[in-house]
């Protein structure tokens, strides 16, 4: 059974562009979360998605959104990039996004995309 | 409040002994699951181990095990007979829920950087 893919993996992208990020879960799981990753900040939560419909939102700025689409895949978006934007960001699938019991909302990690604002 | 304290930054251990990575978590949740990931250089997270609120037992998965001490907040993890490969970033998570209702985002903590010496 395929992973999640996530690509690209590498992007280089300059202030003030925007990006747009992909996403692929497990076949089958139905939500994907995205989690931003610097060396200052950690590992944050940026939003999920569950059934074409964004279920849960963190503390990120108007300028990073996201979507899923009907076959479970997902996109986020960032406009008009920062240099702080550069970071690693990690999509995660999980078979549902309710409850607490492992085989719910075990969550799976693609391998990132890194992207380096200048 | 931190939800997720992870107080060794870096952690040093022998091929072949074991080593506790440790981790604290803070909640009002009844309901919730706790889980480690490992992400090497690569930047793939790992799945390595899970625990939930209500399991009885500790969990334990190959050479990982989970100490988990509910009345304390910990979640301890104990690696056996660590390997070279074991070296790597460790995550203690942890994702709130209301059994009856919705499950939040994968909380991190800072994470453990684990150093395998041959």
């Known amino acids: 059974k395929a992973g999640v893919t996530q690509t690209p993996r590498y992007l280089i992208k300059t202030r003030g562009q925007q990006v747009t990020l992909s996403c692929s879960p497990i076949s089958g799981h139905r939500s994907v979360s995205w989690y931003q990753q610097t060396p200052g900040q950690g590992l944050q939560f940026l939003f999920e998605y569950f059934s074409e419909t964004q279920r849960n939102k963190g503390n990120f700025p108007g300028r990073f959104s996201g979507r899923q689409f009907s076959n479970s895949r997902s996109e986020m978006n960032v406009s008009t990039l920062e240099l702080g934007d550069s970071a690693l960001y990690l999509c995660?699938?999980?078979?549902?996004?309710?409850?607490?019991?492992?085989?719910?909302?075990?969550?799976?990690f693609g391998q990132g995309t890194r992207l380096t604002v200048v | 409040a931190q939800k997720i304290t992870q107080t060794q930054p870096g952690m040093f251990v022998q091929e072949k002994e074991a080593v506790t990575l440790d981790c604290t978590y803070d909640t009002s949740d009844q309901s919730y699951g706790l889980f480690w990931y490992k992400q090497p250089s690569s930047g793939e997270m790992i799945f390595l181990i899970y625990?939930?609120?209500?399991?009885?037992q500790n969990a334990t998965e190959g050479r990982y095990s989970l100490n988990f001490q509910k009345a304390r907040k910990s979640a301890n993890l104990v690696i056996s007979a660590s390997q070279l490969g074991d070296s790597a970033m460790y995550f203690c998570a942890m994702r709130e829920g209301v059994s009856s209702g919705s499950a939040r985002q994968l909380t991190f903590g800072s994470g453990t950087q684990l150093t395998v010496l041959p």
């Open positions: 625990q939930g609120s209500y399991d009885e």
């Open positions: 995660a699938s999980s078979l549902l996004w309710t409850g607490t019991s492992r085989g719910n909302t075990e969550a799976f």
